[in-house]
């Protein structure tokens, strides 16, 4: 079927942004038996099936790119286990300047953004507060909300808040900090601009409409494909904005978020890890789409056949059924579009695609 389908998230994996043109979007899971790390790679000879290698096999098999070796000893040292702790390092890999110079500065760049995002989320929250005890936040405003002197009048305002809920001035500074570390992908309700993950569910939801409407100007059987992805993502923004929904809900009542601070901390973040699975891999996706949208009808059909092995389909907990009849009828229409990206004979590079690889890591998000 298109993308893999698994019984769970863990089951089907992370994407990972590996520049290989054969590795392009392979997802890594753990194998039962050992613990270490397996890829289910899409066939490349373009038939049924995956192949599920471990690193070793890989690099005994296909010609890959520094950047990617680099990348893969970052995920052993990390332990990643999750699509958030792997965006981190994949992106501190590509500041490195491993993926071009582009792919670095933006990837610094995305580093920064989040960074004074976070401090504007803790601000929010601070604002929230500050209702609470009927205290005016023109002094934090006044000396910039990541000034020093912002700082040391932010732990004054907090020792207030801290009396109010009877909990130690310290233990409320790593909450709210927490708090906001845990929030900001996907923002306040109040922030002017969504936070990353909300933002992605807004593209995905274009890219469903607009696919939609690339597949009614495109021959039948690649069509068909077409609306087929147009639904998948369609039932990811689905729920990817329900539990936005119930982040918002946990965090509209601060009162009660501190009184009973575990409880709600550990439901928003399983609900913020479930929003990262949701969307894992669908970043790359749209990328493609942006590119093949400034070309012609076969660019365009190109662009959802290829998309077409790598589409993140929802595990089966998250699901009531999967129609098998149309996942057959699908897997033959594709096998008749797919392109190879690698000679698996020779596992030789193919540079070209290497490099728009690359450059589609300079668009990161």
């Known amino acids: 079927m298109a993308g893999l389908v698994a019984n769970t998230w863990a089951e089907r994996g992370i994407a990972v942004f590996f520049t290989t043109p054969a590795l392009s979007q392979a997802r890594m899971r753990r194998d039962d038996g050992s613990q270490r790390y397996e890829f289910v790679l899409p066939s490349l000879s373009g038939g049924k099936g995956y192949y599920i290698m471990p690193w070793k096999s890989i690099l005994e098999t296909i010609t890959t790119t520094l950047h990617d070796r680099v990348l893969f000893d970052r995920i052993q040292k990390h332990n990643v286990d999750d699509p958030i702790k792997m965006r981190y390092v994949t992106l501190d890999v590509a500041a490195q300047g491993l993926a071009g110079p582009r792919a670095a500065h933006k990837a610094k760049e995305i580093l920064d953004g989040e960074k004074q995002y976070q401090i504007m989320t803790t601000f929010l929250l601070i604002l929230q507060l500050l209702k609470l005890i009927n205290v005016s936040p023109s002094n934090l405003i006044a000396h910039g909300l990541d000034s020093i002197a912002a700082q040391k009048e932010l732990k004054a305002t907090l020792r207030q808040v801290a009396k109010r809920f009877n909990v130690p001035q310290d233990e409320l500074y790593v909450r709210i900090e927490a708090l906001s570390t845990l929030i900001a992908p996907i923002g306040l309700p109040q922030a002017t601009e969504p936070g990353r993950l909300r933002a992605l569910s807004d593209e995905l939801l274009q890219f469903s409409q607009n696919l939609r409407k690339w597949s009614s100007e495109l021959p039948d059987e690649i069509a068909y494909l077409g609306e087929f992805e147009a639904n998948i993502a369609d039932l990811t923004n689905q ?23 575990e409880k709600h901390f550990s439901a928003i973040r399983e609900q913020v890890k479930q929003l990262a699975w949701l969307l894992d891999g669908w970043d790359y996706l749209i990328g493609e789409f942006r590119d093949a949208a400034t070309k012609g009808g076969r660019e365009r059909e190109a662009m959802i056949a290829n998309s077409f092995p790598l589409l993140p389909i929802l595990p089966k907990s998250q699901l009531e ?17 797919v392109r190879a990206n690698e000679d698996w004979r020779t596992g030789v590079l193919d540079y070209e695609q290497v490099q728009r690889n690359e450059t589609r890591k300079a668009d990161f998000k």
């Open 321 to 337: 059924t999967i129609n098998e009849s149309q996942a057959t009828t699908l897997k033959t229409v594709h096998r008749r579009w």
């Open 239 to 261: 729920m990817t904005v329900k539990v936005v929904a119930n982040v918002f809900s946990e965090t509209e009542s601060l009162t009660e978020l501190l009184n009973t601070w």
